[in-house]
């Protein structure tokens, strides 16, 4: 009996938002587990790649990253960003509101509004639970079980962290990924940016298409093509409006100049 009632307090109470709107899901996962499978996909991360050694430039991306979080529909957790030195192109975001993107990307990047936009896709994985629901699909009924019998979890959690690490690295899905775009594009807009910055990236993106997939594999493994993403991009922001909003350069410019 004891268990039903957990069982049933866990359904009850775990109807987050996930999205504009007041968009709800069911989120089997408590915020504080996600952190701690978050925390520790974080320590794989940070072991493996390098955390950039720039204070400056680390100041300037959370400096925008926060902007972006102040507009977003999800602010129950902690959000970091954090550059990593490297030259692949791509960003990501583990569960528990903790974000990555490499000096590539920002390298190729033109503006802040394009930081923004990225920032925003990855801020809208988080708050759209992506990983978590992907998780909770995969492990749904052994974590309801944990929690039954424990108020911790312990044999599941090991798989789960493993499991995360890799949805994190390899991108969540091409529905997951339009979603991560209409968030990002609607985030960045209500930070004050130009959402047009997420469609100037789209174009780089389609101009590479063609070349060789080593030069970013992770970006491209499993994201929808980016003309497609234009196309859905520009439908959203006909949507939203924001167009006369400014792209802010000159302080971007300032921060790449100081990349390796
Ligand atoms: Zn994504």
């Given at each position: 009996m004891k268990k039903l009632i957990i069982l049933l307090t866990i359904l009850v109470i775990s109807c987050a938002t996930t999205g504009p709107g007041g968009k709800k899901s069911l989120i089997l996962i408590p915020t504080s587990v996600e952190v701690d499978i978050g925390k520790q996909v974080v320590q794989e991360v940070e072991s493996t790649e390098k955390v950039l050694n720039i204070p400056d430039v680390q100041k300037y991306v959370n400096k925008?990253?926060?902007?972006?979080?102040?507009?977003?529909?999800?602010?129950?957790?902690?959000?970091?960003?954090?550059?990593?030195?490297?030259?692949?192109?791509?960003?990501?975001?583990c569960p528990g509101g903790f974000i990555y993107i490499y000096s590539g990307l920002l390298k190729v990047m033109d503006n802040e509004a394009q930081l923004a936009a990225v920032l925003g896709h990855e801020v809208g994985h988080v708050v759209a639970r992506h990983s978590i629901q992907r998780l909770q699909f995969v492990y749904g009924y052994s974590i309801l079980m944990e929690f039954a019998l424990s108020d911790k979890l312990s044999s599941t959690a090991e798989q789960m962290v493993d499991a995360a690490a890799g949805l994190t690295l390899q991108g969540y899905g091409r529905e997951n990924e339009y979603e991560a775009d209409d968030y990002g594009i609607l985030y960045e807009k209500k930070a004050g940016y130009n959402p047009k910055g997420m469609i100037q990236l789209f174009e780089k993106f389609k101009q590479w298409e063609g070349r060789p997939p080593t030069f970013f594999e992770k970006l491209l493994a499993s994201h929808p093509p980016a003309q497609d993403r234009i196309n859905n991009g520009n439908k959203q922001i006909q949507k939203i409006g924001g167009t006369t909003l400014p792209y802010y350069t000159d302080e971007f410019a300032a921060i790449k100049a100081r990349l390796p």
């Open positions: 925008v990253g926060q902007k972006i979080v102040k507009v977003c529909d999800r602010r129950d957790i902690k959000y970091t960003f954090k550059v990593l030195d490297s030259e692949e192109i791509n960003a990501f975001a």
